[in-house]
């Protein structure tokens, strides 16, 4: 477990010890959707890259104060000069704020490559299907130049088994959390997911299943009164301390819908024979982020499903500030919920999280309300 | 049919005859809502459509467009933004939200704003080539109407078009065809879409030129204007009425060139516009300006819908929709963006930029900052940037904006004297 915290504790001098020692290159990313199989798969190192929580000063030069913090600290890291270790930097499409901040850092961030991954925005059509293939190859050709690399059809498939191994994990360790809460304290099963973004994967994968096997052993043991079951519901989670306040409040997260969480684990690659068509299969198939289309009921469905089948008590919606696709969701997501009589509460974060008072205060009476 | 409705046809039909004699926008534009409004009586369908969406298969397809950011505007530019935005926020979206999404959701609740709410829609075509927001808010409506909802996905063009792009948008072309096919149950008339690609073209070419009238010193009319005159190109693109507005409008502008009638009657410093109007201040700004002796001549806001042409394939315009409909000036790098700002400068020859930091609009906005830095490295001249939003004024600080303006102008006059 202090492996986990290590990493987390500062990313970019893990990051950069790991390029030091096994001599890869390091690739950065942003947001669940890249494709870093791809990355892995041409032997670099995939790095996710989140917002920090430190003061934003240098960003400000950039973007407007109406920009998330995941946007502004991300680019606030990359002029603070703490990404000059990294050999390039992938954008996603995702949201308008991500997409510009592709732009802002093409124009201003130099020394590293860059390369936008433009997927399809509506993922349920045909064409769609061909389109995310068709980027999927064009990233592939684009990393192998950028990278002076080849991605052979067995590396993909190494990439596909070792991403599935480890998500696979991680959705077992969700799993005990749920089944047994007292296993694993919340900030410690946030520690082991973020970490796996950002480590080497081939330790993580190699690690994991001793995680798992720890937990399996602590089942049944030292369990005291279970507090009341909660699922944390929006996009990126840069707070590890809002699962030890919930805890302290009485409750307890046994599952979420986060990029940070389910939404990265969730949807295995299926073997259908080509690495490329597996990939593309999961991006599809993965649970959809609201900046992406998959339907107009499917979030409301799946968030109702888990909380049904986690038999939460619940939900805590915890919304980065500025992020539009998660706000503009949540009236109809909140309604669901309502309508299926399932109680909820809404955290909205700047780049920092409120006063542990004012936090624990909220937490506490929503938990006693539930 | 019943008595009653036919009686309403005929009656809607004369007075819609009535008004089509006359040629002034406001005629026009009430002719189309009236035509909207009425469009279930007619037998035709209605389809909200965004703003950069392709509306000339609606045109062919005799489908009414309906603009909910069109409406947005009015509702600002009637100030009503404020209240409704109040009753978004009150059904739970973030005060932080587009206010244009903001107001026309509240408004499809309790058909309030200007024109009492929009006709209720048949379909919706929501073309992400502006944002992403256009989406989620086409989910709310698609959710709250109950409609058939159709996305046309435009990839964003960080540093170009790719092939594989151009090649989803061309494929989803045929699916919108068999989209409205489907809803509008008849086939689409290929011919005719041929000859509104053409008209659509034409009111494009017409409007680019009204804009280029105000390369002429004086300028014959100013942003503000252009904001008014927008209306069309937006909303009936691909119609004769667009094409016959604008020729008028151009005829005009040209006489005023040549007998040298301006915007504002002593113009002295030339400026630039930036983003999307603040809609409930344009009389208000537009004064401000003036009061320095300083036209607005051109705009990056209103040049949008005919930004395109030159990917346009005048015999063969389905097709090159695609590339037309991505490359638009919101679907575009900021550096891309720079080089356009950086050629109105040259154009327009204007002494100053004037930026709307909008925080109703990130694609927009985000990025202005550096487009500012460019322009102003590259050309030298200051730029002044506004912190407000398109339509709800609690974003507006009047005394504020003032200073800022009267402080912006002293600069330009030192500097051109």
């Known amino acids: 477990m202090t492996e986990f915290h290590d990493a987390l504790k500062d990313p970019a001098a893990y990051g950069k010890r790991l390029k030091e020692e096994s001599g890869r290159k390091v690739v950065g990313y942003f947001c669940s959707y890249t494709p870093e199989e791809m990355i892995y798969a041409a032997g670099a190192h995939p790095f996710r890259l989140f917002g920090t929580g430190d003061g934003i000063h240098l960003a400000d030069a950039h973007f407007q104060s109406y920009c998330c913090s995941l946007v502004r600290g991300a680019l606030e890291g990359a002029l603070a ?94 799993e005990l ?55 944390l519901a929006g996009g990126i989670c840069n707070h ?63 968030l109702v499903e888990i ?47 409120p006063s542990e008072v004012q936090l624990m205060t909220r937490f506490e009476t929503f938990v006693h309300m539930i | 049919m019943p008595q009653v409705l036919l009686y309403l046809l005929a009656k809607v039909k004369k007075l819609i005859l009535h008004l089509k004699k006359q040629k002034k926008m406001k005629e026009i534009m009430t002719v189309y809502y009236m035509e909207a409004k009425s469009a279930g009586v007619g037998g035709r369908k209605v389809a909200w459509i965004t703003s950069g969406g392709p509306v000339e ?31 978004a926020e009150s059904m739970g979206y973030s005060p932080d939200l587009c206010s244009y999404a903001r107001s026309d959701i509240a ?64 494929k989803q072309l045929d699916e919108y065809i068999n989209f409205l096919e489907k809803v509008c149950r008849k086939k689409m008339d290929h011919d005719r879409m041929k000859e509104v690609g053409k008209l659509s073209l ?17 300028a014959p009319m100013s942003a503000f204007d252009a904001f008014y005159h927008l209306a069309l190109i937006v909303t009936l693109r691909g119609t004769p009425v667009v094409v016959e507005y604008y020729a008028q409008l151009l005829a005009k502008m040209k006489d005023r060139v040549v007998k040298g009638i301006g915007a504002v009657p002593n113009e002295k410093y030339r ?69 356009i700002v950086v050629g109105m400068v040259d154009k327009y020859q204007v002494d100053g930029i004037v930026m709307h930091s909008n925080r109703s609009c990130k694609p927009y906005s985000l990025g202005q900052y550096d487009i500012q830095r460019i322009v102003e490295k590259e050309r030298g001249i200051p730029s002044l940037m506004i912190e407000a939003d398109m339509v709800d004024e609690r974003s507006f600080s009047e005394s504020q904006v003032a200073t800022r303006i009267d402080a912006f102008m002293e600069v330009i006059k030192q500097r051109k004297s």
């Not at chain 1, 299926?270 to 593309?280: P, Q, T, V």
């Not at chain 1, 909380?307 to 309604?335: I, M, N, Q, S, T």
Request: include cysteine.
């Open chain 2, 202 to 218: 034409e009111g494009q070419r017409l409007w680019q030129a009204v804009l280029d009238t105000t390369a002429n010193r004086p």
């Open chain 2, 57 to 87: 298969p609606l045109i062919a397809m005799d489908v009414i467009p309906v603009y909910p950011e069109n409406h947005g505007a009015m509702i600002g530019a009637s100030k009503m933004g404020v209240g409704l935005c109040e009753t």
């Open chain 2, 271 to 339: 400026l630039l516009w930036d983003n999307i109007p603040i809609w409930p201040r344009t009389r208000w700004l537009s004064q401000k300006f003036a009061a320095h002796d300083a036209c607005l001549v051109a705009d990056t806001y209103t040049s949008a819908w005919c930004g395109t042409m030159k990917y346009i394939d005048e015999n063969n315009f389905f097709d090159s929709m695609a590339e037309a409909y991505t490359r638009i000036y919101l679907n575009i790098g900021v550096d891309e963006m720079s080089r």
């Open chain 1, 177 to 231: 959390k749920s089944e047994n809460p007292g296993v694993v304290s919340g900030a410690d099963l946030y520690a082991v997911v973020k970490a796996s973004m950002i480590m080497d994967r081939d330790r993580v994968v190699r690690v994991l299943p001793g995680v798992i096997r720890e937990l399996e052993k602590r089942r049944g043991t030292g369990e005291g009164e279970e507090g009341k079951r909660l699922v």
């Open chain 1, 81 to 174: 000069g703490r990404f000059d270790f990294l050999d390039g930097v992938v954008f996603p499409h995702t949201c308008d704020s991500i997409q510009r901040l592709s732009d802002v850092w093409r124009v201003n961030m130099h020394g590293h490559f860059h390369l936008d991954v433009v997927l399809p925005v509506k993922l349920n059509t045909e064409s769609a299907k061909t389109y995310m293939t068709d980027v999927l190859e064009k990233f592939r050709s684009d990393l192998e130049i950028k990278l002076g690399a080849s991605i052979s059809e067995d590396d993909l498939k190494k990439a596909v088994r070792t991403f599935n191994d480890i998500r696979g994990s991680l959705k077992r360790l969700y």
């Open chain 1, 240 to 302: 590890p301390d809002v699962y030890r306040v919930i805890e302290e409040a009485g409750g307890v997260v046994v599952w979420d819908d986060l990029c940070t969480g389910s939404r990265y684990f969730e949807g295995l690659m299926e073997g259908s024979g080509s690495a490329i068509a597996d990939l593309a299969g999961h991006y599809l198939a993965r649970p959809v982020c609201p900046a992406k289309h998959s339907g107009l009921y499917s979030r409301a469905e799946r």
């Open chain 1, 307 to 353: 909380v049904k089948e986690k038999r939460a008590a619940g939900v805590v919606f915890f919304f980065l500030k500025f992020c539009d696709p998660h706000a503009f969701d949540y009236p109809y997501l909140k309604k669901a919920l309502d309508e299926a009589g399932i109680p909820s509460m809404v955290l909205e974060v700047e780049d920092r999280l």
């Open chain 2, 107 to 170: 408004c499809a609740t309790v058909n309030g704003g200007p024109i009492g709410g929009l006709p209720r829609p048949d379909m919706l075509v929501c073309c992400n080539n502006i944002c992403g927001t256009v989406l989620k808010w086409y989910e709310v409506q698609a959710r709250y109407f109950d409609v058939p909802l159709f996305i046309l996905d435009t990839p964003f063009c960080h540093v170009g078009f790719a092939e594989e792009a151009k090649r989803y948008v061309r």
